[in-house]
């Protein structure tokens, strides 16, 4: 789905939806459901589905990837998921996004050839983080070895320094990337440089997507000419982001501040807890009443009474939900 396509439908949680919002589109970056002993539970996830549709408005998701605990999951787990989000999708979203990076360009490509088979709607690649691609030449080289094997697949660079290690220019990789990678679709940019982002914006091509993936700074992405934002918040907030969305594009800039440094209030509540995904798994898990279970190890799970404090924070600054 390009840039254009938009969603439809309301939720109890939202003002505004997805329709009304030109093009401009929430992300959920999924957790990844877990049994009590650490095993996927695929039972979980049609119901997921239908909380992110209903309850929240989001009907684009991004499967796998750092949220999704997908770097501790092996190759055959990940196939599992990726089919079953895109079976459970099929009909109610408009978007799933398989994240299919692996520190291993092999295991990259076998991820890609699996999301194509499965129907996912496109793919997104971070970068390998043990031997680092030192320049944005050899990055585009990943890039395009993994394309070259899905060429009609739309693929998106997952850029995520503070976890990869890898702060090169995204604007030096997306630069004229197109003319060897026609499937070439955008940017998930969880980056905090924004001039960075600006110029990402600036080279980017009509079909292109470039998703924001800071959640707590939206808004400034927005400015810039970002197509929407992609992140784990979007689980439990969606319906209030795509009221910010309304917002912006309706020139209403305080009622889109107002949304936006509601979250922020929430998450620097949280950060001061040690917000890491193990809370906020367990928030999800809260709000939504889903069985997520616990994250893997290295990952911690939530102390109760971390979790208890969140969850009263998140009520406190979001009361209608």
């Avoid at 990337?177 to 440089?193: N, T, W």
């Avoid at 910010?244 to 620097?268: H, P, V």
């Amino acid at each position: 789905m390009c840039s254009a396509q938009r969603a439809e439908g309301r939720a109890p949680c939202q003002s505004g939806s997805q329709s009304a919002m030109e093009g401009k589109r929430l992300v959920a970056a999924t957790f990844t459901p877990l049994t009590d002993e650490g095993e996927i539970n695929l039972s979980v996830i049609g119901p997921y589905v239908d909380y992110l549709t209903k309850k929240q408005g989001v009907k684009s998701i991004f499967v796998n990837g750092t949220t999704g605990e997908g770097m501790s999951l092996s190759v055959d787990e990940r196939k599992m998921l990726a089919r079953e989000w895109v079976e459970k999708a099929r009909g109610k979203m408009d978007e799933v996004i398989v994240h299919i990076g692996c520190v291993s360009l092999k295991e990259s490509q076998e991820l890609a050839r699996h999301a194509e088979e499965i129907g996912a709607d496109s793919i997104a690649l971070i970068t390998p983080f043990f031997y680092k691609p030192t320049t944005a030449d050899v990055l585009r080289k990943i890039l395009l070895q993994v394309a070259s094997v899905v060429p009609a697949m739309p693929i998106y660079y997952y850029h995520l320094p503070q976890v990869t290690g890898v702060n090169l220019s995204v604007a030096d990789i997306v630069e004229g990337i197109e003319e060897f990678i026609p499937s070439f679709s955008g940017v998930k940019f969880s980056g905090v440089d924004l001039m960075d982002f600006g110029q990402c914006v600036r080279h980017s091509k009509d079909n292109w997507s470039l998703l924001y993936g800071v959640d707590e700074q939206l808004l400034a992405a927005l400015a810039l000419g970002a197509d929407g934002g992609v992140g784990s918040t979007y689980n439990y907030v969606g319906g209030h982001f795509n009221q910010l969305i309304s917002a912006f594009n309706e020139g209403n800039l305080t009622q889109a501040r107002k949304i936006q440094f509601k979250l922020q209030e929430l998450l620097s509540h949280a950060i001061k807890l040690g917000f890491n995904l193990g809370v906020n798994k367990q928030l999800m898990t809260d709000v939504s009443g889903l069985r997520l279970g616990p994250p893997r190890l290295p990952v911690t799970p939530c102390p109760q009474s971390v979790a208890k404090s969140v969850l009263q924070k998140y009520q406190s600054v979001f009361p209608e939900c």
